[in-house]
């Protein structure tokens, strides 16, 4: 079976300064990793995707994860925060059939003024 | 809009009741998906259709729920005889097939259950 594990249940920024969520992995196959975020009273939207491509992978809004096999991880990064990125984020990966994901528990982001 | 539409948005009902939700997909996606997610936690897969077949289902999905998909268009998730531990968020989702697509689903809103 393949799970994620999101190491924060919740982080903290202050506006401008860097954001760093993070995500181990365990599959038995090659898998397709992905971000998704939900803002308050929106649907959940895709930010980026791995599907064994590159291996730094770039998203909408600035923001890019790199998958690392060795230590099995795939850390969603942003240079700078911005008031809007507070939301939750979740960290998905798909089932080889490609059809069914798998989240994680979430990790919300607030964002000091 | 052309998004993923789910109605009701909010229902609240007593223990016993049956509810039911519909879910209207982006028209040229083929492949729609329930999730169900609870406070505090990721959405947990329940079902998914290919067109109006139905693919799989959640050991999570017991005998009281069913998902329908007529025409392989909108469908609708029916919970009967509400029980307080159904109370959640339930998320439809659509996507089109194929590896280029894979995880890239388009959830709607959600439609949250209030089991009294």
């Known amino acids: 079976a393949q799970s994620v594990t999101q190491l924060d249940s919740h982080v903290s920024v202050s506006e401008g300064t860097p954001v760093l969520l993070r995500c181990n992995y365990s599959?038995?196959?090659?898998?397709?990793l992905f971000w998704y975020v939900q803002h308050p009273n929106k649907g959940l939207q895709l930010l980026l995707k791995y599907t064994s491509a590159a291996t730094l992978v770039k998203g909408i809004n600035g923001f890019e994860a790199e998958f690392k096999k060795s230590e099995t991880s795939f850390h969603l990064t942003k240079p700078s925060a911005h008031m809007s990125d507070a939301a939750e984020y979740f960290c998905?990966?798909?089932?080889?059939?490609?059809?069914?994901?798998?989240f994680g528990a979430g990790t919300t982001v607030t964002v000091r003024a | 809009d052309t998004g993923v539409s789910q109605n009701p948005r909010h229902k609240i009902t007593k223990r016993g009741q049956n509810v039911t939700f519909r879910c209207d997909p982006i028209s040229e996606h083929n492949r729609l998906y329930w999730y169900r997610q609870t406070l505090g936690q990721g959405p947990e897969f329940l079902t998914y259709?290919?067109?109006?077949?139905?693919?799989?289902k959640s050991r999570l999905l017991s005998d009281r729920f069913s998902a329908e998909r007529p025409k392989g268009s909108f469908s609708t998730l029916e919970i009967q005889r509400t029980e307080q531990g159904d109370s959640a968020m339930y998320l439809c989702a659509s996507s089109l097939t194929g590896t280029r697509h894979t995880g890239e689903l388009f959830f709607g809103e959600g439609s949250r259950l209030t089991v009294l």
């Open positions: 259709f290919q067109n109006e077949a139905q693919l799989e």
């Open positions: 998905v990966v798909s089932d080889p059939n490609d059809y069914k994901l798998s």
């Open positions: 599959s038995s196959y090659s898998p397709s």
